[in-house]
């Protein structure tokens, strides 16, 4: 875009020096305009055309069309007189009316013969005095406007001088009245007596300047179109910072999740390797347990042997004290009886030993399998 905007104004600029410049000495008269009291500049600057009958204009205003406009009769001959003294070249001016004048010029326009004036159009085939509107011919001077003091100067290039399509419509209109001048809009004058044209020569002046201004519009287009782009490039830099703003915020939050991650899978390490560390403990625990039960079940194995025994032997010693008249005179006890009494009490001592034992251990055993639920549990809510 930048680079089609610079062609532009390159261009644009180029055709606007080209018609401010003008040719051969109406260069040197517009170059220094100070140099020459009564320069206004060019004639093709100060006329609006109608659009499409730039290049007719041109052709009907012939060298006029690349001339330079001045302030008054005055003026021309002072400048003339000058270019002839600094042998400076020749130039063509187009004279404009100072006001005292006007009103002459205007009488002599009123007085003008009709044909002459040509102000109606006219259509191929149709005579000169019986004109009927028309689109396809139209007077030239209808297709041009001008300052107030280039009016009487217009009327007299373009006066009789009409606009038609093309050559053949020229033609039609000839043969019907051989007193017309004739222009087409691609540039061909055409007259009973006299023609000019034929392909595409130098742009004229008018054509310079329809292209500069067109150059112009299509500048200044490119111009918002290059602000358009450049707003939303801002806006899209905006966008872009606030995008990798956003993207810092979520990396930053991304390295605290892995931290967090890291330091919670350390965590369940931590309580995995506990929680291993309590089932072995449980599992020699269960085995101190079961050890300490098959101890208990021997002892009451014992004990309940030495019950019997015991009561085998006061069964005996009840038979033998009633077969016997009396007890001994010591009041002594049988023989063995005392050893199975101490053998029942040493029995029921280890017996509760065993007991304790085996209470001492379910409990720690409760102890350990508490502690191993309660870090199974906080592993599950590290994991979530």
């Known amino acids: 875009a930048s680079d089609q905007r610079a062609a532009l104004r390159a261009r644009a600029e180029a055709l606007t020096e080209a018609v401010t410049r003008g040719a051969d000495a109406s260069s040197a008269l517009l170059a220094e305009p100070r140099q020459f009291s009564g320069v206004i500049g060019p004639l093709a600057s100060l006329l609006t055309v109608a659009d499409g009958a730039q290049e007719a204009i041109a052709a009907a205003l012939g060298a006029a069309a690349g001339a330079v406009a001045v302030a008054g009769l005055d003026a021309a001959v002072a400048i003339l007189t000058a270019l002839k003294s600094q042998d400076a070249g020749r130039a063509g001016l187009v004279i404009g009316t100072e006001p005292k004048d006007r009103g002459i010029a205007a009488a002599a326009a009123d007085g003008a013969e009709p044909a002459a004036a040509a102000a109606v159009p006219l259509r191929p085939g149709q005579p000169a005095g019986q004109a009927e509107a028309g689109p396809a011919v139209l007077p030239a001077r209808q297709l041009v406007q001008a300052p107030a003091e280039f009016a009487a100067s217009l009327d007299e290039l373009l006066g009789g001088v009409l606009v038609v399509d093309d050559l053949a419509a020229g033609l039609t209109v000839l043969r019907d009245d051989p007193g017309l001048r004739l222009v ?40 918002r179109q290059c602000q358009r782009a450049e707003r939303q490039l801002a806006a899209g830099l905006e966008e872009e910072d606030q995008a990798r703003q956003a993207l810092a915020e979520a990396a930053a939050r991304l390295q605290e999740a892995d931290a967090a991650a890291a330091e919670t899978s350390g965590k369940l390490g931590t309580h995995a390797g506990t929680a291993r560390a309590a089932r072995d403990e449980a599992g020699r625990l269960s085995a101190a347990i079961d050890a300490a039960q098959r101890s208990r079940q021997q002892s009451l194995d014992q ?82």
């Open 184 to 223: 087409t809009r691609d540039g061909d004058l055409l007259g009973t007596h006299w023609a000019r044209g034929g392909s595409a020569g130098q742009p004229s002046l008018l054509g310079l300047r329809a292209a500069a201004s067109q150059a112009s519009e299509q500048l200044a287009g490119a111009d």
């Open 303 to 384: 004990l309940t042997d030495l019950r019997a025994r015991l009561a085998e032997h006061e069964a005996q010693d009840a038979a033998g004290r009633a077969e016997r008249p009396a007890e001994p005179a010591d009041g002594g006890e049988a023989p063995g009886k005392q050893e199975l009494a101490d053998a029942a009490a040493a029995a029921r001592g280890t017996e509760m030993e065993a007991r304790l034992e085996v209470r001492t251990v379910e409990e720690r055993l409760r102890a350990i399998s508490g502690r191993a639920d309660a870090l199974a549990s906080a592993a599950v809510a590290e994991r979530q």
